[in-house]
């Protein structure tokens, strides 16, 4: 037991350094900053994202529109700046609040129509998805240049002391916030609670419904904030963009430990999850692999996680 | 499946189990158990939950496998790999929870996964024989090859089930509990088919909480307690008394201990109190200082009045008072009123099992174990470790995931939280359930103390309305008992006047 505990901490710590090490001694252009700095930048999306999926999968639930709704926060950040000429902190504010708006609705469809978080985010993956294509005229909407570009790029020469962009900071700022919540407040004991056995949460006077509607609002708008971080990326809103992306997104808590049947989680894991998967697409690009050797390794690792994750659960319940 | 013919004067038994072992994990579930029936012999086997009598089923079922042991089916070494392989070599188990398709007509669940075929196809003419084969001799008027089962009552259900493992040539069958949720005339009905059943030659192994029932039914009665066999009679050599005692282990009065108690004012009552399906107009009144059980079959409606009362069922009508409180509350209401709940089912609803054990006692308040609302970790496991060395939880620390330790000390948690909420009120739902003797006689003498206020874990009497299939347990620890019987709920009574 005492190994497997250990395991859990720091296991995909663990992954990460294996896998980053593996691509290093086939690449020494891993170890450049450079390097580094570009896989910062393409991780912060899909983990700011992952921050909000590591709650709803902790509580038992899945979100599957998470991609849909940083297409549709991208869109709605560059829409407020070029349409109606909001500034850009307004305009960021507007795309997380669309994202937790999008949030909101999933979440009262699960709680008070009683539908399966699968079935409703499947159904709000292709509505918001719509919505993000309606708004934009199905094409991208170009934001020009705001300090909102900056969130998301490289570091200007005279400002490298920062060491990774604004974006990447906003994004450990966030996580630590939420790890904190999760571990040190009664709505965290409670989304551990309501994951791990919602009958006994209800039991123990837990308001189940409040506490869900709050993670799929939160999960809503840290999506959204990962569409801004799209349309910063891109400086373009983008409703075509971030297709499939919920699959990283849940992967990447699947690897950090996180458990679909709820109750399990971190969001520490979650972000390293992340890194791992950035870290063999750049790998694997910096080689000179073909796109589908990346896919067939980054399934490989999700399947790897999983795994683990089984032998954890068959050694804790006997 | 003819079994082979034998000269000599007495047959080996129909089954024999022995030196049958069972681990899980660091807990013992059977230890060196022997047991075997005879052809044409309805043998009882009776014990407290917990005692070990489903594991042994299971693994005569072949849902599980024995660490040790040998089992002989009619003198042939008998290893069912699977529920299924059981069945097919002759062992069939007739469950609780029924389990048969309600979808499918009588014929169809009867001959499910033996169907008559014919290159793929199936032979109706010969599947509807074969059922009604199996199924006229119950001379059931509901019993008709065509009709869905969902349509049936639960006792013809039950013949269904029966019905299918003859049709599959079972010698052996196996009934859980089977008169839990019937009605006296069906269990009449049973018990007319069990001993026709017997005159074929079928063996029959009996599980019964109720021992009038089995003193009426069976042949011979096999006691398991702590994982082993006590002792096997025969009935007609040993009275209901006596099976009691051989299942208990230890004098009554040792288990059940009494303190003084003075019934002081009342704390929650309900008037006319009704659920969507059960019960209907139910009345009590729990006074502090008190301890009132609720007797009654399983699905009589005793879980539901406590979880109306508790919140987590809807109220059709009447009324709940809880203190100067009156209505309908939820849960958080509840706990808030002063009043905690334990659930009948541990794993399922009452405890979170991956979260620790500090996680699990500390949960329905999450107060004052930090500075402004904050939750501190090391704050929980300090208040919980309290209740680890009061209750005598056995466990590693107040971090460890509650699903590690054993039945006993799972419900010794269970119970911890409604004393870390300090609560007035307590509602337990089976309290002892697939629990040990140790733990059974550690939860009964905090409920004696939490009554009389005295000793260790109270200084003020407080109010415990309890629900338990298991009389002889309600009747040691209660001043007064009610009946539940199909949603309708008796006046309670002293305990000296129930008989």
């Known amino acids: 037991m005492k190994n497997w505990n250990w395991l859990n901490k720091f296991g995909p710590l663990l992954a990460l350094l294996l896998v980053y090490l593996f691509f290093a001694a086939f690449n020494s252009k891993m170890t450049t900053l450079p390097a580094m700095e570009a896989m910062i930048l393409q991780t912060v999306i899909v983990a700011i994202s992952a921050i909000g999926m590591t709650l709803v999968i902790i509580s038992g639930g899945i979100d599957l529109s998470a991609g849909s709704i940083i297409a549709f926060g991208s869109v709605v950040v560059a829409l407020c700046i070029v349409t109606f000429n909001l500034p850009p902190v307004v305009a960021a504010f507007c795309g997380v609040f669309a994202g937790m708006l999008c949030g909101f609705l999933n979440g009262f469809l699960i709680t008070r129509i009683k539908l399966v978080p699968f079935i409703v985010t499947l159904g709000s993956l292709l509505l918001v998805r719509g919505l993000a294509k309606g708004f934009a005229g199905s094409m991208p909407v170009n934001a020009g240049e705001t300090w909102l570009s900056e969130l998301l790029a490289t570091l200007p020469a005279g400002q490298k002391w920062q060491l990774i962009p604004p974006g990447a900071w906003l994004m450990i700022f966030l996580a630590v916030l939420v790890a904190g919540l999760l571990r040190y407040t009664k709505i965290g004991r409670h989304i551990f609670a309501i994951g791990s056995n919602e009958q006994t949460a209800r039991l123990c006077g837990v308001a189940v419904e409040r506490a869900k509607l709050i993670v799929y609002s939160v999960a809503g708008a840290f999506s959204g904030l990962a569409g801004l971080m799209l349309m910063s990326y891109q400086e373009q809103g983008d409703p075509t963009g971030a297709v499939g992306l919920e699959l990283d997104v849940i992967a990447a808590v699947v690897i950090g430990g996180g458990s679909l049947s709820g109750g399990e989680g971190s969001i520490f894991g979650s972000l390293i999850g992340a890194m791992i998967m950035t870290v063999i697409r750049t790998g694997c690009q910096l080689n000179g692999w073909a796109p589908w050797v990346t896919q067939i390794v980054t399934g490989i690792v999700i399947v790897m996680a999983v795994t683990v994750d089984r032998l954890r659960h068959r050694n804790n319940h006997q | ?499």
């Not at chain 2, 407290?48 to 496998?65: D, P, R, V, Y």
């Not at chain 2, 049936?152 to 259900?157: E, F, S």
Request: net charge negative; glycine share 10%.
């Open chain 2, 1 to 499: 499946m003819v079994a082979v013919k034998r000269q000599d004067e007495n047959p080996p038994p129909r089954l024999e189990m022995r030196g049958i072992h069972k681990r899980f994990g660091a807990t013992i579930a059977l230890d060196e158990v022997t047991f075997s029936i005879l052809q044409g012999e309805v043998h009882a086997l009776v014990g407290e939950n917990g005692a070990g009598k489903s594991t042994l089923m299971k693994i005569l079922s072949g849902a599980h496998t024995a660490d040790a042991g040998e089992m002989k089916l009619d003198g042939r070494p008998y290893l069912p790999q699977s529920p299924l392989d059981g069945r097919l070599q002759g062992v069939a188990m007739i469950y609780q929870e029924l389990s048969l398709a309600p979808h499918l007509t009588v014929e169809e669940n009867i001959m499910l996964g033996v169907e008559p075929v014919l290159h793929g196809f199936i032979l109706h003419k010969e599947m509807r024989e074969t059922a009604m084969r199996a199924i006229e001799k119950f001379d059931h008027p509901e019993l008709k090859p065509q009709v869905r089962v969902r349509e049936l009552t639960v006792g013809a259900q039950q013949l269904v089930e029966i019905g299918r493992s003859l049709a599959i040539g079972c010698r052996v069958l196996v009934f859980d509990e089977p008169t839990s949720s019937l009605s006296q005339k069906d269990i009449q009905r049973l018990f007319e088919i069990i001993r026709s059943l017997k005159k074929q030659g079928i063996s029959i192994i009996y599980i019964s909480h109720f021992l009038e029932e089995v003193q009426e039914i069976a042949d011979r009665v096999t006691v398991l307690r702590d994982s082993t066999v006590v002792g096997s009679k025969r009935t007609a050599e040993i009275s209901t008394d006596e099976i009691v005692h051989m299942m208990v282990g230890r004098e009554v009065a040792d288990l059940y201990p009494r303190s003084k108690r003075k019934a002081g004012e009342t704390v929650l009552e309900i008037k006319n109190l009704s659920g969507v399906k059960k019960p209907a107009n139910a009345n009590l009144a729990l006074h502090r200082g008190e301890v009132l059980g609720i007797c009654g079959l399983v699905g009589a409606g005793r879980t539901e009045l406590l979880r109306i009362i508790f919140g987590l069922d809807e109220v059709k009508g009447g009324e709940i008072k809880i203190g100067i409180y009156t209505g309908a509350g939820s849960p958080l209401q509840r706990w808030q009123n002063g009043t905690g709940m334990l659930s009948e089912n541990r794993k399922e609803e009452g405890l979170a099992l991956n979260m620790s054990v500090a996680d699990n006692v500390t949960l329905s308040r999450l107060q004052n174990f930090g500075p402004a609302g904050i939750v501190l970790p090391k704050k929980q496991e300090e208040a919980t470790q309290d209740w680890i060395d009061r209750l005598d939880i056995r466990c590693r620390n107040a971090a460890q995931p509650v699903g590690d330790l054993s039945g006993g000390n799972q419900q010794k948690v269970a119970f911890a939280r409604l004393l870390q909420h300090d609560v007035d009120v307590f509602l337990l739902d089976e309290p002892t359930r697939g629990i040990d003797v140790a733990a059974k006689a550690k939860l009964y003498a905090v409920i004696d103390e939490l009554a009389s206020g005295s000793g260790n874990f109270s200084s003020s009497p407080r109010a415990v309305l309890v629900v338990s299939s298991y009389l002889p347990e309600l009747l040691g620890i209660c001043d007064r008992i009610a009946v539940m019987a199909r949603g309708n709920l008796s006046e309670a009574k002293p305990v000296a006047e129930v008989d």
